[in-house]
Nanobody, 114 residues
Protein backbone atom coordinates (compact mmCIF):
# COMPACT_ATOMS: atom_id res chain seq x y z
CA UNK A 1 0.00 0.00 0.00
CA UNK A 2 1.35 3.41 -1.01
CA UNK A 3 0.99 6.51 1.14
CA UNK A 4 1.58 10.07 -0.01
CA UNK A 5 2.22 13.01 2.31
CA UNK A 6 2.24 16.57 0.96
CA UNK A 7 3.90 19.52 2.65
CA UNK A 8 4.95 23.07 1.90
CA UNK A 9 1.64 24.87 1.54
CA UNK A 10 0.83 28.14 3.22
CA UNK A 11 -0.03 31.80 2.77
CA UNK A 12 1.97 33.81 0.25
CA UNK A 13 1.59 37.24 -1.33
CA UNK A 14 0.88 37.62 -5.05
CA UNK A 15 4.10 37.31 -6.99
CA UNK A 16 5.65 35.09 -4.36
CA UNK A 17 6.87 31.51 -4.49
CA UNK A 18 6.27 28.23 -2.71
CA UNK A 19 7.64 24.73 -3.11
CA UNK A 20 5.40 21.79 -2.41
CA UNK A 21 6.75 18.35 -1.60
CA UNK A 22 5.09 14.96 -1.76
CA UNK A 23 6.82 12.06 -0.08
CA UNK A 24 5.81 8.53 -1.03
CA UNK A 25 6.20 5.29 0.85
CA UNK A 26 7.01 2.01 -0.84
CA UNK A 27 9.11 1.02 -3.81
CA UNK A 28 6.64 1.71 -6.61
CA UNK A 29 7.38 5.45 -6.69
CA UNK A 30 10.30 5.37 -9.10
CA UNK A 31 8.24 3.40 -11.63
CA UNK A 32 5.20 5.66 -11.40
CA UNK A 33 3.88 8.75 -13.06
CA UNK A 34 3.19 11.41 -10.44
CA UNK A 35 0.69 14.22 -10.75
CA UNK A 36 -0.08 17.45 -8.94
CA UNK A 37 -3.71 18.52 -8.92
CA UNK A 38 -5.57 21.36 -7.27
CA UNK A 39 -9.11 22.12 -6.26
CA UNK A 40 -10.42 25.58 -5.49
CA UNK A 41 -13.69 26.14 -3.63
CA UNK A 42 -16.65 25.51 -5.91
CA UNK A 43 -14.47 24.24 -8.75
CA UNK A 44 -13.54 20.83 -10.11
CA UNK A 45 -10.18 19.29 -9.34
CA UNK A 46 -7.77 20.03 -12.17
CA UNK A 47 -4.40 18.77 -13.29
CA UNK A 48 -1.57 21.19 -12.53
CA UNK A 49 1.46 19.16 -13.64
CA UNK A 50 2.53 15.60 -14.29
CA UNK A 51 5.93 13.94 -14.38
CA UNK A 52 6.61 10.51 -15.80
CA UNK A 53 8.94 7.90 -14.40
CA UNK A 54 11.52 8.99 -16.95
CA UNK A 55 11.15 12.67 -16.16
CA UNK A 56 8.88 13.83 -18.98
CA UNK A 57 6.53 16.60 -17.90
CA UNK A 58 3.26 18.24 -18.85
CA UNK A 59 1.59 21.31 -17.37
CA UNK A 60 -1.84 22.83 -17.21
CA UNK A 61 -2.21 25.89 -19.41
CA UNK A 62 -2.75 28.22 -16.47
CA UNK A 63 0.59 27.37 -14.84
CA UNK A 64 2.92 26.98 -17.83
CA UNK A 65 6.04 29.04 -17.41
CA UNK A 66 5.41 29.60 -13.69
CA UNK A 67 5.37 26.13 -12.12
CA UNK A 68 7.97 23.37 -12.37
CA UNK A 69 7.49 19.74 -11.39
CA UNK A 70 10.48 17.58 -10.52
CA UNK A 71 11.23 14.34 -8.74
CA UNK A 72 13.98 12.77 -6.66
CA UNK A 73 13.67 9.01 -6.90
CA UNK A 74 16.35 8.50 -4.24
CA UNK A 75 14.10 10.33 -1.78
CA UNK A 76 10.79 9.00 -3.13
CA UNK A 77 9.67 12.62 -3.43
CA UNK A 78 8.04 14.78 -6.08
CA UNK A 79 8.17 18.56 -5.94
CA UNK A 80 6.15 21.44 -7.34
CA UNK A 81 8.00 24.75 -7.50
CA UNK A 82 5.46 27.54 -7.86
CA UNK A 83 6.64 31.01 -8.87
CA UNK A 84 4.82 34.23 -9.73
CA UNK A 85 1.84 33.07 -7.74
CA UNK A 86 -1.54 34.66 -8.37
CA UNK A 87 -4.72 34.79 -6.26
CA UNK A 88 -6.27 32.36 -8.77
CA UNK A 89 -3.71 29.77 -7.69
CA UNK A 90 -5.41 29.56 -4.30
CA UNK A 91 -6.55 25.97 -3.82
CA UNK A 92 -5.90 22.71 -2.03
CA UNK A 93 -3.07 20.98 -3.84
CA UNK A 94 -2.94 17.20 -4.04
CA UNK A 95 -0.32 14.83 -5.30
CA UNK A 96 -1.31 11.61 -6.96
CA UNK A 97 0.49 8.42 -7.83
CA UNK A 98 -1.13 7.48 -11.12
CA UNK A 99 -1.78 4.12 -12.71
CA UNK A 100 -2.67 0.74 -11.26
CA UNK A 101 -1.80 1.82 -7.71
CA UNK A 102 -3.74 5.07 -8.00
CA UNK A 103 -3.26 6.91 -4.70
CA UNK A 104 -4.02 10.47 -3.54
CA UNK A 105 -2.35 12.48 -0.83
CA UNK A 106 -4.32 14.35 1.82
CA UNK A 107 -3.77 17.76 0.24
CA UNK A 108 -2.08 20.96 1.32
CA UNK A 109 -3.65 24.41 1.30
CA UNK A 110 -2.08 27.18 -0.78
CA UNK A 111 -3.47 30.68 -0.30
CA UNK A 112 -2.27 33.58 -2.41
CA UNK A 113 -3.42 36.86 -0.94
CA UNK A 114 -2.14 40.26 0.06
Amino acid sequence: QVQLVESGGGLVQPGGSLRLSCAASGTIFRLSTMGWYRQAPGKQRELVARIGSGGSTIYGDSVKGRFTVSRDNAKNTVYLQMNSLKPDDTAVYYCRLEGSFNTWGQGTQVTVSS
